[in-house]
């Protein structure tokens, strides 16, 4: 399955961006899907996640009451909607999916395929 990551970019402090993966190859909707991020000089960090299904998610808790992950399975698309943006959420946003559950949702290992990832820019 390719992951196609999209919707990043410059915005100021207190902003909202939507973020999507869009999927190509192989239907999503079997799939665990999560969002990571990679700060410069930083490990890639667990943004958020959601199932299958779409019923249930979990964030990170730096995210928590700012981020909003969804599925369109119909539209073989995951979004990730950031609201009131702080400086510390610049980094890469990348979209990955998991396709078989063995591992836990917050490490970056239990996916399997990577989007290439989209820039998130935050500005104070």
């Known amino acids: 399955v390719q992951l196609q990551a999209s919707g990043g970019g410059l915005v100021q402090t207190g902003g909202s961006l939507r973020l999507s993966c869009a999927a190509s190859?192989?239907?999503?909707?079997?799939?665990?899907m999560g969002w990571f991020r990679q700060a410069p000089g930083k490990e890639r960090e667990f943004v958020a996640r959601?199932?299958?299904?779409?019923?249930?998610?979990n964030y990170a808790d730096s995210v928590k009451g700012r981020f909003t992950i969804s599925r369109d399975n119909a539209k073989n698309t995951v979004y990730l909607q950031m609201n009131n943006l702080k400086p510390e959420d610049t980094a890469v946003y990348y979209c990955?999916?998991?396709?078989?559950?063995?591992?836990?949702?917050?490490?970056?290992?239990?996916?399997?395929?990577w989007g290439q990832g989209t820039q998130v820019t935050v500005s104070s």
């Open positions: 190859g192989r239907t999503l909707s079997s799939y665990r």
């Open positions: 959601i199932s299958s299904s779409g019923s249930s998610t």
């Open positions: 990955a999916a998991d396709t078989d559950y063995l591992g836990p949702h917050y490490y970056q290992g239990s996916y399997e395929y």
